[in-house]
């Protein structure tokens, strides 16, 4: 059982212009979500995360956005930057306990 | 760097064996999870310690133990391994919440 879905497994984009990345979750009661990041060899690293109570969180060129209704959320990157090439997890989590992660989406940033 | 540190980063071994993965996590952090990703999948818990003891368990398999020592470093005990059990192992680090977590580079096993 899948709880959080990452569809598309991979995107390109074109540097410069806004990458959009998608999440759909199944459980109500995930309370915190979060974006992960992960080059080849490396483990995962901490992006940006949004609250159950909030709709949208920024941080630089990222901004998490949270539809809460559609169970729904979705990482755009603006301006796009060939460093932003990863692989891209969301996750998601009940009351600070485990992570539930997606299936990673594949982001290539075409210079 | 994240500051946790798993060993060794790589392992090939043979069907049926045994074998230990380490993580040292990040100085003054008394949670430890691990994870598994297997190929095309996301990574999926396996278990949590906090200060030495379990706290909580995902689809760990009997075959699979995990034990957090006084120093508080962790070990993840794979046995009668399997080709399916094929994949990165990661493990992650915090003061306590797991959304406060970093994750180690991670530990690439393949079972031939």
């Known amino acids: 059982d899948q709880q959080v879905k990452q569809n598309s497994p991979s995107l390109s984009v074109q540097e410069g212009r806004i990458s959009i990345l998608n999440c759909d979750y199944t459980n109500s009661m995930f309370d915190y979500f979060l974006w992960y990041k992960k080059y080849p060899a490396e483990g995962p690293t901490f992006l940006i995360s949004i609250s159950s109570i909030k709709d949208k969180n920024e941080d630089g060129r990222f901004t998490v956005f949270l539809n809460k209704s559609a169970k729904h959320l979705s990482l755009h990157i603006v301006p796009s930057q060939p460093g932003d090439s990863a692989v891209y997890f969301c996750?998601?989590?009940?009351?600070?306990?485990?992570?539930?992660f997606g299936t990673g989406t594949r982001l290539t940033i075409i210079p | 760097d994240s500051g946790v540190t798993q060993t060794p980063k790589h392992l090939i071994t043979a069907t049926g064996q045994r074998v230990t993965l380490r993580c040292s996590p990040r100085?003054?952090?008394?949670?430890v999870y691990w994870y598994q990703q297997s190929l095309d999948q996301g990574l999926q818990f396996l278990i949590q310690y906090y200060n030495g003891e379990e706290r909580a368990k995902g689809n760990i398999l009997e075959r699979f133990s995990a034990q957090q020592f006084p120093d508080l470093h962790s070990e993840l005990n794979l046995s009668s391994l399997e080709l399916g059990d094929s994949a990165l192992y990661f493990c992650?680090?915090?003061?306590?919440?797991?959304?406060?977590?970093?994750f180690g580079q991670g530990t690439r096993l393949t079972v031939v």
């Open positions: 992650a680090s915090s003061v306590s919440w797991i959304t406060e977590a970093f």
């Open positions: 996750a998601a989590s009940f009351g600070n306990e485990k992570l539930t």
């Open positions: 100085s003054g952090d008394l949670s």
